[in-house]
């Protein structure tokens, strides 16, 4: 299984961003998926994550309200659409897949891992 994600770029303060998965080498509705971010010098930090359905989801306090995880199973995307986003939101994104699909919530479970895509919010 292979991860690749992508629409970062550089925004302003408020801006919004549409952040995009696409998971290749095998079936989405198989995985739990998850976004995390890393933002330089600090640790990766769980984001969101959604369970195989798309009907179950987990947010960390810092986003939660601000984005939105969702998935297309039928055509193997993840997406995390950022709303308002700040400074603070600056990092790279990486998607994450989860092999126990009801198991969202098992920040632990995440360990196929893509490439991120950066985003940088300006002040």
């Known amino acids: 299984v292979q991860l690749q994600a992508s629409g970062g770029g550089v925004v302003q303060t408020g801006a919004s961003l549409l952040l995009s998965c696409n998971l290749s080498g095998g079936t989405l509705s198989s995985f739990a998926m998850g976004w995390f971010r890393q933002a330089p010098g600090r640790e990766r930090e769980f984001v969101a994550s959604?369970?195989?359905?798309?009907?179950?989801?987990h947010y960390a306090d810092s986003v939660k309200g601000r984005f939105t995880i969702s998935r297309d199973n039928a055509k193997n995307m993840v997406y995390l659409r950022m709303g308002s986003l700040r400074p603070g939101d600056t990092a790279d994104y990486l998607c994450a897949a989860n092999p126990h699909p009801y198991d969202h919530r098992n920040i632990d479970g995440f360990n196929t891992w893509g490439q991120g895509t950066l985003v940088t919010v300006s002040s």
């Open positions: 959604i369970d195989w359905s798309g009907t179950m989801t």
